[in-house]
């Protein structure tokens, strides 16, 4: 059966790219498949573009700045919740092609469509807000202040772990703030982008304001570095490639956003009730099989709760079930191909052999070659892969730790700051062991933390600037300074 018959809408499966309004194919003859990660299926298949189709696009996004930047805000922020009813309407067929080309459980895209259109209702809304200021003038008969102008093309490159929200988040808000978008998704999960890119013609966004291209990536994203006519480039993925994009932004100066990979502490203070700690730990480490930038990496078990903490998550973890996503009552589904299912092999033997201890983790019982079944893995100690690198897999390794200061200290012991978790009641501890953490966000007795009035982003090797809340539309907007001199006496000045 293919994609295209499993929607209502066979054509929000598209397999062009999307340049001025345009479906696009690849005028080299190149071209990747797609897969479905369950299965190994091919869903279909996307052109690449070569490089002057890729500065075609910008001549696109320019061409058509000028008039989207001209209309009136209100106008623009209308085209958006156009856009987002759509996605509203069309979210069983959205979250049927997100789970066959990322794997994650039905539910679990549903839950991904709400959110990604979440963004786009919030930023209709945040656009009618970018004030500018008032200044008390220095300078005699004057009148000063600021104005908030839209920064121009903004390229967008996003990761596959969430294919349509890492999309929203940024495009609505460059697109509220007047901004035209280029849109490079990840090759693995291109048909959630060109889905958006549908249902955003539908809702009357001119040509050339919403653009998607698709190629070879490191050879779009020098192009879109390159090039001074883009002015932002927005870009989430692992830290790896976010350094290389960062130099390459250099020549044009341009402004760069970036939300990398993360390591997330969870920390367990002694006086939590273990088996509600560890059911939480459990929701927070296997979300998306464990490809979650926010997934409890590292979780520090204070020693008094240790052991009965480790029975509980054990337990928990034993009831996930794994298998196809779309199929009913599944926890985990595959992870995105088979290099990350070897990775995650990888992480727990290294793991091993310096010391730690399988709990549990049967990879024999595994329901196809991209599957891995959760493993849980105690006496995790610093010389580990597992303590030190983003393992984006369904492994948890947990640690014991003797007092505050301690966990601080392990918590921060890493490059990444994006996330941490902390379970305690003590409120003398969450205010200390919370402002000590080295880290953007911190969730306290919660594992949900996100959403569109939150400032989302990381500190250290976890990236530059914030998604979502009131300031993420910042991050497309330059202030423009303003002097009226000369107009005679001013009152207040
Ligand atoms: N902080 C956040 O908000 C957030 C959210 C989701 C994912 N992530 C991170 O994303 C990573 C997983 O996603 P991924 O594997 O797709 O990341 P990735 O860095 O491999 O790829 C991200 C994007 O960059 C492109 N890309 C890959 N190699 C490139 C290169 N050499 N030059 C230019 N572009 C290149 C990819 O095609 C994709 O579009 C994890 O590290 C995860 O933590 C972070
Ligand atoms: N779960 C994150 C995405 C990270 O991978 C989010 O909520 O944005």
């Keep these: 059966m293919t994609l295209s018959s499993k929607l209502s809408d066979p054509r929000l499966l598209r397999q062009y790219a999307y340049v001025d309004g345009k479906w696009t194919h690849g005028e080299g ?3 990747e498949a797609v897969f479905d990660p369950a299965t190994g299926e091919a869903l279909g298949h996307i052109p690449w573009l070569e490089p002057h189709q890729i500065t075609a696009a910008v001549d696109a996004a320019e061409a058509a700045f000028m008039h989207w930047r001209a209309l ?22 959205l979250a049927t092609i997100m789970t066959l080309e990322q794997g994650k459980p039905l539910p679990d895209a549903r839950g ?8 786009v209702r919030w930023f209709a809304e945040e656009g009618k807000r970018t004030f500018g200021d008032t200044i008390p003038s220095h300078i005699p008969n004057a009148a000063l202040g600021t104005l908030k102008e839209p920064l121009g093309i903004a390229a967008l490159i996003t990761p596959w772990n969430f294919p349509l929200a890492m ?17 490079k998704p990840a090759g693995e999960t291109p048909f959630s982008a060109l889905a958006l890119a549908e249902l955003a013609e539908r809702a009357g966004i001119p ?26 480039l927005s870009f989430t993925g692992s830290t790896r490639v976010g350094r290389l994009l960062l130099e390459q932004c250099a020549n044009t100066v341009k402004r760069v956003s970036l939300e990398l990979g993360g390591n997330a502490p969870f920390i367990v203070g002694p006086d939590m009730d273990p088996r509600e700690a560890a059911f939480a730990a459990v929701a927070a480490k296997f979300q998306t099989a464990g490809q979650d930038c926010l997934a409890a990496d590292r979780i520090l078990v204070h020693e008094s709760i240790h052991d009965a903490f480790v029975v509980h998550f054990a337990e928990r973890m034993a009831a996930l079930t794994v298998g196809n996503g779309l199929e009913p009552e599944i926890d985990l589904g595959p992870l995105i191909h088979r290099q990350a299912v070897e990775k995650a092999a990888s992480i727990v033997d290294d793991a091993i052999s310096k010391g730690a201890t399988l709990v549990a983790g049967d990879q024999s019982q595994a329901p196809g070659e991209n599957f891995f079944m959760p493993v849980l893995l ?13 393992s984006f897999a369904p492994v948890a390794g947990i640690t014991a730790y003797a007092n505050d200061d301690q966990v601080i200290e392990m918590a921060n012991d890493t490059e990444y700051g994006l996330a941490a978790y902390l379970y305690t009641h003590d409120i003398r501890r969450i205010w200390k062991i919370m402002r000590a953490l080295e880290f953007g966000m911190v969730s306290v007795n ?12 990381g500190v250290k090797h976890s ?31």
């Design 72 to 93: 009136r805000v209100d106008e623009r922020c209308e085209r958006l919740l156009a856009w987002y009813d759509l996605l509203q309407a069309h979210r069983e067929d």
């Design 446 to 457: 919660s594992v949900k933390m996100t959403g569109p009035p939150v400032p989302f982003g």
């Design 29 to 31: 003859g190149r071209e």
């Design 378 to 390: 105690t006496n995790v100690t610093r010389d580990m892969k597992i303590w030190h690198e983003e």
């Design 167 to 183: 999309i929203t988040r940024k495009a609505a808000a460059a697109m509220a703030a007047g901004c035209t978008v280029i849109v």
């Design 112 to 119: 991904e469509v709400e959110y990604g259109a979440s963004f």
């Design 463 to 493: 990236g530059l600037g914030r998604e979502g809340g009131v300031t993420g539309i910042d991050e497309y907007l330059e202030t423009k300074y303003y002097c009226l001199g000369a107009l005679g006496s001013v009152s207040g000045s």
């Design 207 to 232: 040509a050339g304001v919403f653009n998607v291209v698709l190629g070879d990536p490191p050879e779009v994203s020098r192009i879109l570095c390159a090039e001074d006519r883009v002015r932002v």
